[in-house]
T-cell receptor, first 114, second 111 residues
Framework: ETGVTQTPRHLVMGMTNKKSLKCEQH?????MYWYKQSAKKPLELMFV???????ENNSVPSRFSPECPNSSHLFLHLHTLQPEDSALYLC?????????????FGPGTRLTVL | EDQVTQSPEALRLQEGESSSLNCSYT??????LFWYRQDPGKGPEFLFT???AGEEKEKERLKATLTKKESFLHITAPKPEDSATYLC????????????FGAGTILRVKS
């Protein structure tokens, strides 16, 4: 595996379900991010983990719960979601402290909430 | 409040018809302007980073330039495979590692 991988690629869930999204980065980076991308809207940053510590939480509802067990893995736990949470969820990673700090993205998980 | 505005929202070109996409920004203490390409159903693919006014970078048919208020992505003699959404993002001194994205420009190149 190379780059940033995400599973599953597609997820359909009911409003009462609990599911998790998984992200893994193979780039040796020390920061990971969750973004939400809705149709015709800019990418919205949800969470940032730097050196495995959460450093950013952009007023995201508590029905989204992130977890970063180590610098290579990131999870987004979902529960009691709403239909408006349907979107493409993107994971990214970067190297904090490096001069070139570009973020590299995974392919995303297309989430549909019924 | 920092803002990133991309124009046009959508652009249709004939193959070989050169054009430019615009990204205007208002940010205090720019620490990088980033261009990404995104194909439908996929994650954004990194293209360029620009750090200071006057800087230019090229990759195949793409050339990115930066001024103090905006960046342009020039596409020379585009091909149908250049069709995608092009995203612009900025990072400033206060953001740390956060990026603020524009809404993107959808480019369609017809043969």
């Amino acid at each position: 595996e190379t780059g940033v991988t995400q599973t599953p690629r597609h997820l359909v869930m009911g409003m009462t379900n609990k599911k998790s999204l998984k992200c893994e980065q193979h780039l040796g980076h020390n920061a990971m991010y969750w973004y939400k991308q809705s149709a015709k809207k800019p990418l919205e940053l949800m969470f940032v983990y730097s050196l495995e510590e959460r450093v950013e939480n952009n007023s995201v509802p508590s029905r989204f719960s992130p977890e970063c067990p180590n610098s290579s893995h990131l999870f987004l736990h979902l529960h009691t979601l709403q239909p408006e949470d349907s979107a493409l969820y993107l994971c990214a990673s970067s190297q904090v402290g490096a001069y070139y700090n570009e973020q590299f993205f995974g392919p995303g998980t297309r989430l549909t909430v019924l | 409040e920092d803002q990133v505005t991309q124009s046009p929202e959508a652009l249709r070109l004939q193959e070989g018809e050169s054009s430019s996409l615009n990204c205007s920004y208002t940010v205090s203490g720019l620490r990088g302007l980033f261009w990404y390409r995104q194909d439908p159903g996929k994650g954004p693919e990194f293209l360029f980073t620009l750090y200071s006014a006057g800087e230019e970078k090229e990759k195949e048919r793409l050339k990115a330039t930066l001024t103090k208020k905006e960046s342009f992505l020039h596409i020379t003699a585009p091909k149908p495979e250049d069709s995608a959404t092009y995203l612009c993002a900025v990072r400033n001194m206060e953001y740390g590692n956060k990026l603020v994205f524009g809404a993107g420009t959808i480019l369609r190149v017809k043969s």
